[in-house]
Nanobody, 120 residues
Framework: QEMVAESGGGSVQAGGSLRLSCTTSGSGYCSYDMTWYRQAPGKEREFVSNIFSDGSSNYTDSVKGRFTISRDNAKNTMYLQMNSLKPEDTATYYC??????????????WGQGTRITVSS
């Protein structure tokens, strides 16, 4: 069972920056794809960005050019640097990992979420 924990949430004014972290307990025998989702009040959870074990990444259009995803495999940690934040970025941000271990089907794990509030 993987442990997944997000941190770095908080309140910021529009135009400000925050950095989120997602740390997993990790296993040297497995690889991980890591994804950020967010869910605003009253809305469905949506994809934000992901990063694969080879370092390739994707972003949803609304955050391109403002958010940067990265990972430190030695620390089993993924980051989301969020710049030029907008009120519409206000949401709870969730980390999801997909664990790939040889001989075992992929396993999904979610963190508890970290809240971001951007005021205008």
């Amino acid at each position: 069972q993987e442990m997944v924990a997000e941190s770095g949430g908080g309140s910021v004014q529009a135009g400000g920056s925050l950095r989120l972290s997602c740390t997993t307990s990790g296993s040297g025998y497995c690889s991980y794809d890591m994804t950020w989702y967010r869910q605003a009040p009253g809305k469905e959870r949506e994809f934000v960005s992901n990063i694969f074990s080879d370092g390739s990444s994707n972003y949803t259009d609304s955050v391109k050019g403002r958010f940067t995803i990265s990972r430190d495999n030695a620390k089993n940690t993924m980051y989301l640097q969020m710049n030029s934040l907008k009120p519409e970025d206000t949401a709870t941000y969730y980390c999801k990992i997909v664990q790939f271990c040889r001989g075992v089907k992929p396993q999904n794990y979610w963190g508890q979420g970290t809240r971001i509030t951007v005021s205008s």
